[in-house]
C-alpha cells in the first residue's frame, strides 16, 4: 500500500474518495462519527486503519482551521 491517504478513481464508486486500499469512502467516516464512535466504526470497517481514519480527521482539522480554507468556505 502507498503512503497516500484519499484515493479517487472513476472506476472505484464512480470517484468518490475512499481510504487508500479500500473501498470505504472518506464520507462513511464523517458520517458514522456523527452518531457513533470512532472504534466502532473501525470494527465495522476493518479495512481501514485507525492510523488512516486519525490521518484523514487530522487533515479535515487541519482544513478548518486553517484561515485560507475558512475564509474560502465561508465566504460568498
Known sequence: MSNKLIHTDPEILGGTPVFEGTRVPIQTLFDWLKTE????????????????????????????????????????
Open 37 to 76: 464512535t470512532l472504534d466502532e466504526f473501525l470494527v465495522n470497517f476493518p479495512t481501514v486503519s485507525r492510523k488512516q481514519a486519525v490521518d484523514v480527521l487530522n487533515l479535515a482539522e487541519e482544513l478548518v482551521l486553517s484561515k485560507t480554507s475558512l475564509n474560502e468556505a465561508t465566504a460568498g
